[in-house]
């Protein structure tokens, strides 16, 4: 019997996803003609009843569940989808866990019954919040002791045992087997800690969580996998909505996945799934590619060709894998490989910067044709290579980005502010705290668009109080106090005529402004710290103007993270009152803000327009997870051993929640060959990526002054007759 589903395999740009869309556009040009088909049987039907029974069809029509591998792919799937059907059919993509989770809500009611849960709606935690919520629960039990063994901080060993939570789900294992597994596992490994205790926590957490009504992405992932899935109300519900599947990029889904595709496909479903043995960019983070492969034997396979004609994937992965992986054979690399090579990091990033200008400015590429590919990217590197290239006139794009939001001024200023607006918040505010809220709540207001006097982009970065002004001030005018500290009049300054009549002025409506905020909080008019910030935010930074992306993007998570903190925050209280000072919920959100957990990546995660002319700065995991592809690559630090690694850290416990190797131990042996075929993946994907030139970037000694001998040594070696020196 021939399958009707299609599993479509393909290396990178191989044109899955274009056959993917071509494979919906089929199945709802079928669904279309089926439609058409039962009017042209009946041509007696008066006008009245084809309107009426049209409208019976529409309802019973082919529905399509899509999704892609994380948040940007689907985004760009469901616009591709709506372009190639002229926006004719309402297209609703989305990630696994997205999925997951949207039906984990919708399906709460159900949840309640079978679980004997409270009823209430539930809310789902951040990583960050779940961290912060976990860490207070297990304190009691995280003693010296534990920690010790353990062989990290607090924070570290929260964050990994609520990783095993995760992967656990990922897999479709139960918490309840958790300790089994790892027991398992983890049998030669005396140095990590027992566990039943970790299982014990995980348990405890789950069970504390679903009394309260919060989900995590762990405790939602198992809700779906061990409770609906396997409710026949649900199944029910599930195969009649959806009729047909499209899912891509498959490698990267987690195991949980395969159980609901053969759930629809049993129940005869058609599925279209595309897999690219050269990704599995998840692998070590809940991905489990071996086990979605499985799906290929209820499906016809598709095998694409290679990469485009203009990739050099063809042309050099073969002699690069060859080259890694073999060291000792003697290859040269052809010309269109480069090298740069120094000695001191430093020379490096500066060196590949200006070889980036040089080529820009001399019309070899175009600046968004250019990658800087880097297995990990610090801040001393993106500093230098945005300042460098920035100074050149050329823009730099930071792929996913994600610094904490603390980093940002205009949020560290927005803090400031509320330890100075309500009591108790003293010991949040020093001087130079003061001084730089100063400077940025006396950004200048917007000029007209036609006004010649300044450019936007210096008008942007304009204050009435620069930051030797505002030193002085925070010197002579901020009276420190644990309780209520405070802000003098700029008369306290017995030179204050030094400060000028902008920066007077600037100062006089700031301070006016907080003692309005002081009045009105007394009274409870405000009614909760998210409205100050927004007071501010209006105030003071929007002015009519237009931001900065990456400044509206900071403000949009700061409001999204406030808004979400106090949510939570409110649900704990309705569940258990705690007494409290009045102010202690702001005190722990600052701090947290401060601890830099909280990463500025608000939805969406891209400015609206088109591509914009900036090289592409991004680590190995980032790049490969946003399926770019550019003329020239820049691979930084290519003698780093990081690149073994992928860009990313893989989740402790990984290796023993794979599906075809549940609790197996995991050995050097096993390390050693999933870091040579990690590399083989990362080289194939990346050369595949590229249509032009490759320049292998390597600087002898690290940050750190180490000699660097990373795997991708033998690389540069073989292209050092035409490098940069």
């Known amino acids: 019997m021939v399958s009707h589903s299609v599993w479509i395999v393909g290396t990178s740009r191989s044109g899955k996803t274009a056959r993917l869309v071509e494979q919906f556009c089929n199945w709802v040009k079928s669904d279309k003609q089926y439609t058409e088909s039962f009017y042209t049987k009946k041509p007696g039907r008066k006008k009245s009843g084809y309107v009426g029974e049209f409208l019976d069809i529409k309802q019973t029509e082919l529905g399509v569940l899509v999704l892609a591998a994380n948040d940007d792919n689907r985004r760009e799937l469901g616009d591709i989808i709506v372009t190639s059907t002229l926006g004719k059919y309402p297209v609703r993509a989305k990630t696994p866990l997205g999925f997951f989770q949207d039906e984990v809500i919708l399906f709460w009611p159900l949840l309640i019954n079978s679980l004997n849960l409270k009823a209430q709606f539930p809310v789902r935690l951040r990583p960050e919040t779940e961290q912060e919520l976990a860490t207070k629960l297990w304190r009691p039990q995280l003693d010296e002791e534990i920690l010790r063994l353990a062989g990290v901080n607090e924070s570290r060993l929260v964050r990994r045992i609520l990783d095993l939570l995760q992967l656990a789900a990922y897999s479709g294992v139960p918490c309840e087997d958790i300790a089994q ?343 409870r008019l405000i009614p909760s710290p998210i409205s100050l910030l927004d007071r501010a935010i209006q105030r003071f930074l929007w002015n009519g103007s237009n931001l900065p992306y990456e400044q509206l993007a900071a403000l949009r998570e700061l409001l999204e993270t406030a808004q979400h903190y106090w949510e939570i925050d409110t649900r704990l209280r309705q569940i258990a009152p705690v007494e409290t000072t009045p102010h202690t919920t702001i005190i722990e959100f600052i701090q947290l803000l401060r601890r830099g957990t909280i990463t500025a990546n608000p939805y969406p995660v891209r400015p609206i327009g088109g591509v914009r002319k900036a090289v592409t700065l991004a680590t190995i995991f980032q790049y490969r997870s946003s399926r770019r592809s550019h003329r020239w690559h820049f691979w930084l630090d290519a003698g780093s051993p990081l690149w073994a690694k992928g860009g990313a850290a893989t989740l402790f416990g990984a290796p023993f929640f794979l599906r075809d190797r549940l609790g197996e131990p995991w050995t050097a042996e096993d390390e050693k060959l999933a870091e040579e075929q990690r590399l083989r993946r990362i080289l194939a994907d990346l050369l595949s990526r590229v249509s032009e030139r490759v320049y292998l970037c390597h600087s002898d000694l690290a940050v750190n002054g180490q000699e660097q001998l990373g795997p991708l040594l033998p690389l540069v070696n073989a292209c050092v007759t035409h490098s940069v020196i």
């Not at 799906?295 to 050099?316: D, N």
């Not at 108790?424 to 668009?449: F, H, I, N, T, Y």
């Not at 936007?456 to 009435?464: E, W």
Request: aromatic share 6%.
């Open 181 to 523: 597994i790892l027991a398992r596992g983890l049998k030669e490994n005396n140095t990590t800690l027992e566990p039943e205790f970790l299982a014990s926590l995980l348990l405890d957490w789950r069970n504390w969580c679903l009394e309260r009504g919060l989900l995590t992405y762990g405790i939602i992932t198992e809700l779906y996998s061990q409770y609906l899935l396997s409710d026949r109300n649900y199944q029910q519900h599930l195969t009649k909505r959806y009729q047909a599947v499209l899912a891509d990029d498959v490698d990267d889904y987690p195991s949980v996945a395969r159980l609901l595709f053969e759930l629809l496909l049993d129940q005869g479903a058609v599925g279209a799934f595309s897999y690219n043995p050269d990704g599995a960019v998840r692998l070590g983070l809940g991905a489990d590619p071996n086990y979605l492969e499985g799906l290929a034997e209820r499906c016809r396979v598709e095998i694409l060709t290679g990469p485009p004609a203009e990739s050099l994937g063809e042309q050099l992965t073969k002699q690069m894998v060859e080259l890694v992986i073999e060291p000792m054979v003697l290859l040269s690399l052809p010309e269109i490989v480069h090298s740069i090579q120094t000695t001191s990091r430093a020379q490096l990033l500066r060196q590949t910067a200006e070889v980036i200008a040089d080529a820009i400015q001399s019309k070899q590429v175009e600046a968004e044709q250019v990658a800087i590919i880097a297995p990990g990217l610090d801040a001393i590197a993106r500093y230098t290579l945005v300042e460098i290239l920035v100074k050149q006139n050329i823009q730099v794009q930071s792929l996913n980005d994600q610094r904490p939001l603390v980093s940002s001024p205009i949020i560290r200023a927005l803090l400031t502010m509320l330890a100075l607006v309500y009591p108790g918040l003293g010991r949040l505010v020093d001087r130079d705290a003061v001084a730089e809220m100063l400077v940025v709540l006396s950004r200048k207001q917007q000029l007209p668009e036609n006004s010649l006097l300044l450019t936007d982009a210096i008008n942007r970065v304009s204050t009435d109080i620069d930051p030797v002004r505002a030193g002085l001030i925070a010197d002579y005018c901020f009276l420190p106090h644990p309780d209520r500290p405070n802000l003098l009049p700029i008369s306290a300054f017995e030179r204050w005529d030094r400060i000028g009549y902008a920066a007077t002025t600037a100062y006089n409506q700031i301070l006016q402004w907080l003692e309005e905020q002081r009045s009105q909080q007394e009274l």
